[in-house]
C-alpha cells in the first residue's frame, strides 16, 4: 500500500505534465474562410460566408519565339461550362483557353504586351486581369 500511493502520484504528475502539449492536426489554414453566424430566431440562423478577395498568379518565361505561361486561380475552374481565360496577344484576342498552363507560339521577336483575362462561362468577368510586358528574342 505505502508503495501504492507513490506510483499513484508519479502516474498522475505524467498525465497532467503532458495536457498542454496536445498535437495539432495538420492541415492548410489559407484555405479556412471565415463565416459571420446571425440568430434571427431561436430556430433560424443565418449564415453568411466572408469570401477573401479574389486573386491570381501567373509565371512565364519564354524560349526561342514562344511563351510559356502558367497561372494559379484558386478556387476558379477552368473547363468548358464553369469559366476560361481571355488572352490577347498585343490587342488582338486568341482563343478562349480551358487550362492553367498554355504555350503562345511564333510571336515574332520584340516586346508583346500579352493581357491575361480570367472570365466566368456566362462571360461574367471576375475582375481578374494581368498584364505581362514580354520580350522575345
Do not use: W
Not at 505505502?2 to 505524467?14: D, G, Y
Not at 519565339?65 to 497561372?71: A, D, G, P
Amino acid at each position: 500500500m505505502k508503495r501504492l500511493l507513490p506510483m499513484f502520484a508519479i502516474l498522475l504528475s505524467i498525465l497532467v505534465g503532458c495536457t498542454e502539449d496536445k498535437p495539432r492536426p495538420k492541415g492548410i489554414v489559407d484555405q479556412i474562410i471565415p463565416v459571420q453566424v446571425n440568430e434571427v430566431s431561436d430556430d433560424v440562423v443565418a449564415v453568411a460566408s466572408q469570401n477573401p478577395k479574389a486573386t491570381f498568379d501567373i509565371n512565364y518565361h519564354t524560349r526561342e519565339q514562344n511563351v510559356y505561361v502558367e497561372c494559379f486561380i484558386p478556387g476558379f475552374q477552368l473547363k468548358k461550362g464553369e469559366g476560361h481565360l481571355n488572352v490577347t496577344v498585343d490587342g488582338q484576342k486568341t482563343k478562349e483557353i480551358y487550362t492553367a498552363a498554355f504555350i503562345l507560339k511564333g510571336l515574332e521577336k520584340g516586346e508583346h504586351n500579352i493581357v491575361v483575362e480570367v472570365v466566368h462561362n456566362d462571360q461574367n468577368v471576375k475582375n481578374l486581369k494581368k498584364t505581362l510586358n514580354v520580350k522575345v528574342q
